[in-house]
């Protein structure tokens, strides 16, 4: 039961996430972009122009939905690593290791929503430092540390995606967005994160109960 409860916290959290982006973003008078802006960009409190790293006008007269989403996705992630313990990961360093950084970027995901980036600008980036770096760690060692009941699959999916999260997160750090803006790469480093959270959580509330 209680790792139903952490698989349910996952998907909730995702898809609340989603939610609250698209009713954020549809409340712009200017339109948003998803290559052009930052995911942050929803959670500014102020309406400004933001000279870095790219020239853009901010405007997000629903921000506090947005950080609450952030809040509550944060939270719904540490909830789900602290539930679905034996049910998903095995014992040893891995899984543990595997579950302190994914815990990091709940930590990081809760941060950046008390913090948006124009009120504290230095909190705001340890929390997305937390979520696109820590987080994606955590999600190559899962490939290691998942039960051996696991299907293969979310475990090469889990390796797979972390590469690519972490690679994009380099190029968005070097400001090398290789066409697909600011916003579109800063998005391939943070989704693979939440896909897969969202998958596994699915797949654990379709399955059978399991003994946690």
Known sequence: MRARIGYAAWVAGVVQFFVAHGTVQAAWAQPYSWAA?????????????????????????EHGLMNGSFIALGTLLLLGVALTGRALWRQGRAA????????????????????????????????????????????LLAA?????????????AAGLLSVLAVAAFGLFLSHHYLGLGMGGMERVALLPLLAWSFTVGLRGLLRPAVRA
């Open 144 to 156: 290691f540390g998942l039960a051996d009941n696991a299907p293969a699959l979310l475990r090469r």
């Open 96 to 139: 543990a290791a595997a579950r302190v950084l994914l815990a990091g970027a709940g930590v990081g995901f809760v941060l950046v929503g008390l913090a948006p980036a124009d009120v504290n600008e230095n909190l705001h980036i340890l929390g997305a430092l937390l979520i696109m770096g820590t987080g994606n760690i955590g999600l």
């Open 37 to 61: 802006n930052n995911v942050s960009d929803l959670g500014n409190a102020h309406c400004a122009m933001q000279p870095d790293p790219t020239p853009r006008y901010i405007c997000s007269p």
